[in-house]
């Protein structure tokens, strides 16, 4: 069991760290694509996120997520607000065509 909520912890980890690499690229390359993998490598780490805390309530591991409610809460918000800065500046970036 820790083995597994060890991967949906770095798994949610690396996808949040991609998520902040592409909407980075996407701002630099003035790329619409790579700011929708962006998006969605963030979204799928918050889900990740959910299925930790799942995962502890399946297991009534109630004190762990005491512990780290509030911690998960700022990290997802902080992912998320960086992600649609961002994607946002990206999406400002793009050539008008008229």
């Given at each position: 069991?820790?083995?597994l909520v060890t991967m949906i912890l770095l798994g949610a980890l690396g996808l949040g760290l991609l998520a902040w690499g592409l909407g980075l690229a996407g701002l630099v390359r003035r790329d619409l694509r790579l700011s929708v993998c962006s998006l969605s490598c963030c979204t799928l780490a918050v889900l990740l996120a959910c299925a930790y805390f799942y995962g502890g309530i399946q297991c009534q591991d109630w004190s762990t997520l005491m512990d780290t409610a509030r911690a998960m809460l700022l990290a997802a918000g902080v992912l998320t607000a960086v992600s649609l800065l961002l994607n946002?500046?990206?999406?400002?970036r793009q050539p008008h065509n008229r």
């Open positions: 069991m820790a083995i946002g500046c990206t999406l400002l």
